[in-house]
């Protein structure tokens, strides 16, 4: 080294170090309480640890995130609600609860819309995942990631659903979403809705026959308690939102807000792999469990479909047609149409 690049080397090297003591001082000692309608057992709990790690590291221990399992501080919607007023930072929540606050999210309560989880995680992190987070903070909250919920299945006590006739009058819960009612009803069943916190004690007192979710939340919620069959119905993909408080988060640092975006983001990563590896261990505890577990074969999956194409019709102007469209296009160039 000649002694010119040795002092260059010099100077960038303070730089370099007033540039990181500015950006420490950037970040503020917080407390950030994220709450979930599920136990910490379910895979969102392996992605909460990560992404607390991550922003434990990257913001040298100043920025705590603070887990609530099991609606502990609300359920989704009320959660939610509790964000848009500034007095809770953080929830990870289903979107089909919020059809209510946004209508666009709605669009991914289409029954049958992706085919595989591949499909749901090009479409949610590519442009049309933007195109949607893009429109959330109008509502007062801003998305952090997409995480997994997963494909969902029905569940009830009273008989082995194989076929959507099966479903006549079997009394379904559903999440809080018009969309939701109007494929189960469409399907035969006696479809109502109703937040995840009181579904358990409504299949424990028969004041409901079934309900649907992913095999991970059925699992770790232990549904299996008081369900006896489970049908394989794939019938759709929710995706969980990683939800900010607008008004809070417009308080926080330039700094703060990209460790707690990019924190985000290593927190789905393990969450989805978690979700897609527990997923079949899910399923082989519900067989040891008790449950009797039914395949709706191609024929008659077909006609489920089919019959709930009238769905996909009646909530395109409550929706918008343009983002119906939108993401139809995204998944006829993934399948190569
Ligand atoms: C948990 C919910 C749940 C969802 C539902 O808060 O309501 O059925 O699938 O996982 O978000």
Request: aromatic share 6%.
């Amino acid at each position: 080294m000649t002694r010119t690049t040795r002092l260059l080397s010099l100077v960038a090297g303070v730089a370099l170090a007033a540039f990181a003591g500015s950006a420490q001082a950037q970040i503020k000692e917080r407390n950030i309480r994220v709450s979930n309608g599920i136990n910490e057992d379910h895979p969102v709990g392996n992605g909460v640890a990560k992404m607390k790690a991550c922003m434990a590291e990257k913001s040298g221990g100043k920025l705590k995130l603070q887990a609530f399992w099991g609606g502990a501080l609300g359920g989704d919607l009320q959660a939610t609600q509790a964000l848009r007023a500034g007095t809770q930072e953080m929830v990870i929540t289903s979107s089909s609860p919020l059809v209510g606050i946004m209508p666009e999210l709605g669009v991914f309560d289409l029954p049958f819309l992706f085919t595989d989880e591949k499909e749901a995680d090009a479409v949610l992190d590519g442009a049309f995942g933007k195109y949607i987070a893009d429109k959330l903070p109008g509502f007062g909250v801003v998305n952090l990631a997409y995480w997994e919920n997963g494909f969902r299945n029905l569940t009830n006590s009273k008989r082995a659903v194989t076929k959507a006739e099966e479903m006549t009058g079997l009394k379904v819960r559903v999440m809080q979403n018009n969309i939701f009612l109007d494929s189960f009803k469409t399907m035969g069943a006696n479809a109502t809705p109703m937040a995840f916190g009181e579904v358990f004690a409504a299949l424990e007192t028969h004041a409901i026959d079934g309900q649907e979710n992913p095999l991970v939340t059925i699992d770790t919620s232990k549904l299996y308690e008081v369900q006896k069959y489970l049908t394989l119905t794939r019938h759709a993909y929710t995706p969980f939102l990683v939800l900010y408080s607008k008004k809070l988060w417009d308080q926080l640092s330039a700094e703060e807000q990209t460790i707690l975006g990019d924190c985000a983001i290593v927190g789905r990563d393990e969450e989805r792999k978690v979700s897609r590896e527990l997923n079949d261990k899910s399923l082989a505890n519900l067989k040891a469990k008790g449950m009797q577990v039914s395949q709706v074969g191609a024929d008659e999956l077909a006609k489920m479909r089919d019959s709930t194409q009238a769905v996909y019709q009646r909530h395109q102007a409550t929706i918008g047609k343009d983002t119906i469209e939108r993401i139809q296009a995204d998944l006829a160039k993934l399948r190569g149409k």
